[in-house]
Nanobody, 126 residues
Framework: QVQLAESGGGSVQAGGSLRLSCVAS????????MGWFRQAPGKEREGVAV???????SYADSVKGRFTISKDNAKNALYLQMDSLKSEDTATYYC????????????????????WGQGTQVTVSS
């Protein structure tokens, strides 16, 4: 059973920064895709940033230029550096992974991911 464990959430003022971490129980290189998703109250879960096993990454338009995704295969870890945070970034953030192949155009679809962490709360106050 693959497990993903997020950490690093918290409360910060607008304009501040946070770094989320996700540690996997399996070799992160074995995942075809790993990503960060978020869900705000009353909203659907949405993709924020995704990286494939070759290091190609992609961001949602709402976070481009502010968030940076990275992966350290030696530590089985995935990270999300979040800068210039805005109140609309407030949400529960989830680490996700899939190892069943898939196509790039589905990278931001939550239903395509088969492993999820428990989530970490990020609250940005204005």
């Amino acid at each position: 059973q693959v497990q993903l464990a997020e950490s690093g959430g918290g409360s910060v003022q607008a304009g501040g920064s946070l770094r989320l971490s996700c540690v996997a129980s399996a070799d992160t290189y074995s995942y075809d895709y790993m990503g960060w998703f978020r869900q705000a109250p009353g909203k659907e879960r949405e993709g924020v940033a995704v990286i494939d096993k070759y290091g190609t990454f992609s961001y949602a338009d709402s976070v481009k230029g502010r968030f940076t995704i990275s992966k350290d295969n030696a530590k089985n870890a995935l990270y999300l550096q979040m800068d210039s945070l805005k109140s609309e970034d407030t949400a529960t953030y989830y680490c996700a992974a899939r190892n069943d192949g898939g196509v790039w155009r589905h990278r931001f679809l939550p239903a395509r991911y088969n492993y999820w962490g428990q989530g970490t709360q990020v609250t940005v106050s204005s």
